[in-house]
């Protein structure tokens, strides 16, 4: 479900507390090469883009954001994935390793382990467009995972980045992830249970900027 301010717990002290990171998140700053980035960038930087708007049902105000391929099951499916969008295969896989070597770190045996990229959701956020507070689709308990990739416009600094926050509405906590150019986040146990998220709108934001949203195919919202 949605979160709204319904969930807020009234005797829970305000402003947030921004002090307790979500067990389940992890960040990997540089999770893919420029030169993957960079490519894929190539792929959706044409004005005849095929966007469509994520919010049907408003079709007059919604934004033409959101772009989506997969699910890609099984050898013989990842073999067309990987013919039909060479450099977003590439990408994905290349993040879901080098993700796996980061949290190998903190978890030998992850859960992470058992992630394929078998389904994958852009959104393209401009300068001031976001995407509201929300839970994913809900599992069993720890089963589910998102794996997010953000892709920048190449060789542009950003100073400005979109910035990516956590909210546990029901503790009071908020914890914010800043997502610059090659940076990868994986977020699951807790953090996907338990914690909502949403893309802060920032008219300031500096240029465009595409976030691949990666799932397996059982947790694809």
Avoid at 81 to 107: G, L, S
Avoid at 118 to 144: F, K, Q, T
Wanted: net charge neutral; hydrophobic share 35%; proline share 7%.
């Amino acid at each position: 479900a949605s979160g709204t301010k319904s969930d807020l717990i009234p005797h829970k002290a305000k402003p947030w507390r921004t002090d307790r990171r979500p067990t389940g998140l992890f960040v990997n700053e540089r999770g893919i090469r420029k030169s993957t980035a960079r490519a894929v960038w190539s792929f959706f930087d044409r004005p005849d883009f095929p966007w469509e708007q994520r919010f049907k049902r408003f079709p007059k105000t919604a934004h033409y954001n959101v772009w989506r391929c997969g699910p890609y099951v099984g050898d013989e499916q990842q073999a067309a994935f990987e013919r039909d969008y060479p450099d977003i295969h590439a990408m994905v896989h290349e993040a879901t390793a080098n993700m796996n070597e980061h949290i190998a770190q903190f978890e030998p045996n992850s859960s992470f382990k058992m992630f394929k990229p078998e389904s994958v959701n852009v959104h393209i956020h401009r300068p001031g467009w976001g995407l509201g507070a929300h839970y994913d689709d809900s599992h069993d308990e720890g089963m589910g995972i998102v794996l997010m990739i953000t892709v920048c416009k190449p060789d542009a600094e950003d100073p400005r980045p979109r910035e990516f926050l956590f909210t546990d509405p029901v503790g009071g906590y908020q914890y914010s992830v800043k997502t610059r150019n090659c940076n990868v986040v994986v977020f699951k146990d807790a953090c996907y249970d338990f914690w909502r998220h949403e893309s802060i709108r920032n008219k300031h934001q500096t240029g465009d900027v595409l976030s691949f949203t990666v799932r397996l195919k059982s947790v694809d919202g």
